[in-house]
């Protein structure tokens, strides 16, 4: 079974650059999360969907920070204009509704010079 | 007091030898609990769920004590292979499925 698929592996951008992250969640879970992971504040949840409807995004950290979950098999987290204090690695996360055992995608990589 | 705590380490240690991490969390009412692990540039994988009464997966036991809010994980027997760092995860919020607040990590060095 393919797992949580995210793209790119990574990125490397220059501050004011608009940047796009993909996720492709598992077929079948319903619930989808995006996290930051960084040395100083360790994995961080920024916002999830159940059914493609976001839920919780109070981890968002500012309007520059936007995401979307248009389908069921599709998500893009989005930073415009990036900063260097961006730079982190993205975690996109899925589950089903009647589990809690979330399986994380490989990470995106994220560098804003 | 942060929701979840945990010794970031690193725990040295030798092969074949025991180690234990413990984690504290700061929301009584939680009611599920994990450990992940991560390895290296590598995405958080579940290594296992914390029962109230304690559970053992192989070489790993995980034990949950609700009076002091702390969690624990003993690896026994450690191999090279158990180098990575272990996420202690706690959902705070009963019935709520995204609520997960993970630590930030324990690493563990396991050498020759």
């Known amino acids: 079974d393919a797992g949580v698929i995210q793209s790119p592996r990574h990125e490397v951008t220059e501050m004011g650059q608009e940047v796009t992250l993909r996720c492709k969640p598992i077929?079948?879970?319903?619930?989808l999360f995006w996290y930051r992971q960084t040395m100083m504040r360790g994995l961080e949840l920024l916002i999830y969907?159940?059914?493609?409807?976001?839920?919780?995004d109070s981890g968002m950290p500012e309007d520059r920070f936007s995401a979307k979950m248009p389908n069921a098999s599709f998500s893009t987290l989005k930073i415009q204009p990036s900063e260097p204090r961006d730079s982190a690695v993205y975690f996109c996360?899925?589950?089903?509704?009647?589990?809690?055992?979330?399986?994380f995608g490989s990470g995106t990589r994220l560098t804003v010079v | 007091r942060k929701e979840v705590e945990q010794d970031p380490g690193p725990f040295n240690v030798p092969e074949g030898a025991t180690v234990a991490f413990n984690c504290t969390y700061s929301?009584?009412?939680?009611?599920?609990f994990f450990w992940y692990r991560q390895d290296c540039r590598k995405e958080p994988k579940l290594l296992m769920s914390?029962?109230?009464s304690g559970n053992e997966d192989g070489r790993f036991t995980a034990q949950l004590n609700r009076a002091s809010q702390y969690i624990s994980l003993l690896i026994r027997d450690s191999k090279l292979s158990d180098s990575a760092t272990y996420l202690c995860?706690?959902?705070?919020?009963?019935?709520?499925?995204?609520?997960?607040?993970f630590g930030k990590g324990t690493k563990l060095s396991v050498k020759p």
């Open positions: 996360a899925s589950t089903a509704g009647t589990r809690r055992l979330q399986a």
């Open positions: 995860v706690v959902n705070p919020t009963p019935g709520s499925q995204g609520n997960l607040i």
């Open positions: 969907f159940n059914n493609n409807v976001p839920i919780d």
């Open positions: 077929s079948g879970h319903d619930y």
């Open positions: 929301n009584s009412a939680s009611q599920s």
């Open positions: 914390v029962y109230s």
